[in-house]
C-alpha cells in the first residue's frame, strides 16, 4: 500500500531512464535510518524507517519486512521539502 504513495514524490530524471525520487535523488539515504534524505517525514501513525514503520515508502526498496509500510489502512505519510521545493 505505502509504496503507491511514494510515487507522488518523483520526476523525470534528465540523462538516466526513469524517475529521480525527490526524497533521496542521490540515492544515498539510509534504508533503515534518518539520513541523507532530502525531506523531512510526517504520519499519523508509525513515523519511523524500521518494523514496517511508515517512512518506509521513501526507502527506495521493494520486498518484505522493513522494505515496505504494512498493515495501517487510515493512516497517512508525507515528505515536507521546506524551502527546497
Known sequence: MGKALSRA???PCAGRQGVSDLTDPENNGHTNEYKNHNAI???SIEPHFYLEGAFNVFDNQAGAGDDRWCCDLNGWVEP???ARR
Do not use: H, I, V
Request: no cysteine; glycine share 12%.
Open 9 to 11: 514524490a518523483t520526476r
Open 80 to 82: 515536507d521539502f521546506g
Open 41 to 43: 517525514f510526517r504520519s
